[in-house]
């Protein structure tokens, strides 16, 4: 997600048109406002929303690199150091939310 924020939305378009066969316009911008579950509960609360359940699952190894046996070898060793040292949840945890309604 760190590298991912730094490039421009076309070299993610490029890279995944190129190691998916996805048409590059498959791919949409991405925006990196609300990433952790206090961002959720204070963008919930300002815009008259209760949270009801937040859950977190932690970064998971994932398949963006399988078209290259080093890339892909390189970013498990990135995922399990992650685990080793505990900066994983920092790095590519998913959040899942229910927000009601106020």
Not at 19 to 44: I, W
């Amino acid at each position: 997600m760190l590298i991912a924020s730094m490039l421009p939305h076309g070299i993610h378009q490029a890279i995944l048109a190129r190691t998916k066969k996805s048409a590059g316009n498959d791919v949409f911008p991405t925006f990196y406002r609300m990433n952790s579950k206090r961002d959720l509960r204070a963008c919930a609360r300002r815009n008259g929303f209760a949270v009801e359940v937040l859950l977190q699952r932690d970064f998971q190894a994932s398949d963006y690199f399988d078209f290259n046996p080093f890339l892909f070898g390189l970013h498990l060793g990135v995922y399990y150091l992650g685990q080793l040292l505990r900066f994983d949840r920092q790095i590519g945890a998913s959040l899942l939310g229910v927000f009601v309604k106020s």
